[in-house]
């Protein structure tokens, strides 16, 4: 009996580990050009995001995404970018505030 097929649906390879670290921790190891890199964080990337901690993104997210300024840390490039959620807001607060070199911490935007 013939399999069904979804519509729509496109077949994708399945992250190596050591794929799978380059995107993640930007390792540098994997011998792929910038644009499979780059095609390979699209094709993965909610998997990719969804198993990171609160106020982390993976270095293809910077590398292809948005972009952090030197010697900022994650959490404190994603609130200068609008782009924590209120979950990670929550979160990162209970561990203490973010202090960003200029505007508002995280603890002002709760009260808000």
């Known amino acids: 009996m013939p399999r ?7 077949r994708r390879e399945a992250l190596t580990y ?3 670290l380059d995107l993640l921790l930007g390792a ?3 011998p792929w050009t910038d644009e499979q890199r780059k095609q390979a964080w699209f094709d993965h990337r ?10 982390t993104r993976p ?3 910077w590398d292809y995404e948005q972009k952090r300024l030197l010697h900022e840390s994650n959490a404190q490039a994603l ?3 609008g782009l924590l959620t209120p979950e990670e807001l929550e979160t990162l607060d209970k561990i203490g505030p ?3 070199a200029t ?8 009260r808000d």
């Not at 069904?4 to 496109?10: E, F, H, P, S, V």
């Open 18 to 20: 050591s794929q799978r």
């Open 46 to 55: 909610d998997e990719l995001l969804y198993s990171l901690n609160p106020g």
């Open 98 to 100: 973010i202090k960003p």
């Open 103 to 110: 505007g508002k911490d995280t603890r002002e935007i709760l």
């Open 4 to 10: 069904k097929r979804i519509a729509g649906k496109i």
């Open 59 to 61: 270095e293809a997210f």
């Open 79 to 81: 609130f200068r970018l």
């Open 28 to 30: 540098g190891h994997e």
